[in-house]
T-cell receptor, first 115, second 115 residues
Framework: EPEVTQTPSHQVTQMGQEVILRCVPISNHLYFYWYRQILGQKVEFLVSFYNNEISEKSEIFDDQFSVERPDGSNFTLKIRSTKLEDSAMYFC?????????????FGQGTRLTVV | GENVEQHPSTLSVQEGDSAVIKCTYSDSASNYFPWYKQELGKRPQLIIDIRSNVGEKKDQRIAVTLNKTAKHFSLHITETQPEDSAVYFCAANPLITSGTYKYIFGTGTRLKVLA
């Protein structure tokens, strides 16, 4: 069964450093998402991406965040200057269509620890 | 803004008993309601979903009901087993200003099935 894959599984970074989280969505999917989950809390929407542009972003997704689809297979989330409160599990997801009536498949997550 | 409330936050049941988790959503334009199961340290996995044109859906021991008027939807697990122990998240997909959808997750229910 096709899966969304994310790398790395765990990233430790110093406060103020830039990090790039990588995702390979399912190959025939067109819509891509990033969510985050702070330990013990709910999954929160960050951004959705379609046709090489952001279609929606949340309040969390401020100027420190950016997303990119550098080639036909990867989808990346960049945090320019990490803060302690960015520590969370980051999930990438993809779907064949927009969120309505279609399942979003989640990757296994990248645990980001900012120290 | 859009909101999904989920209750209870924790639920303990004896093996073989039923478990019910309830969610309410705020945006009446939402039309898709997935339920995800998340085991410790793993990705959220879709277990069942329901569309707004359906009032109930069942898949073996799992069922979901939707009351659009009241903006309630519930997950029912019958004949619970220890392997059902996990955190369960409901989600709704409010229509957002760009004309696209995103998932808003509930706060999660930690289900413990006691052997």
């Amino acid at each position: 069964e096709p899966e969304v894959t994310q790398t790395p599984s765990h990233q430790v970074t110093q406060m103020g450093q830039e990090v790039i989280l990588r995702c390979v969505p399912i190959s025939n999917h067109l819509y891509f998402y990033w969510y985050r989950q702070i330990l013990g809390q709910k999954v929160e929407f960050l951004v959705s991406f379609y046709n090489n542009e952001i279609s929606e972003k949340s309040e969390i997704f401020d100027d420190q965040f950016s997303v990119e689809r550098p080639d036909g297979s990867n989808f990346t989330l960049k945090i320019r200057s990490t803060k302690l409160e960015d520590s969370a599990m980051y999930f990438c997801a993809s779907s064949t269509r927009q969120g309505d009536w279609t399942e979003a498949f989640f990757g296994q997550g990248t645990r980001l620890t900012v120290v | 803004g859009e909101n999904v409330e989920q209750h209870p936050s924790t639920l303990s049941v004896q093996e073989g008993d039923s478990a019910v988790i309830k969610c309410t959503y705020s945006d009446s334009a939402s039309n898709y309601f997935p339920w995800y199961k998340q085991e410790l340290g793993k990705r959220p996995q879709l277990i069942i979903d329901i569309r707004s044109n359906v009032g109930e859906k069942k898949d073996q021991r799992i069922a979901v009901t939707l009351n659009k008027t009241a903006k309630h939807f519930s997950l029912h697990i019958t004949e619970t087993q220890p392997e059902d122990s996990a955190v369960y998240f409901c989600a709704a997909n409010p229509l957002i200003t760009s004309g696209t959808y995103k998932y808003i997750f509930g706060t999660g229910t930690r289900l413990k099935v006691l052997a």
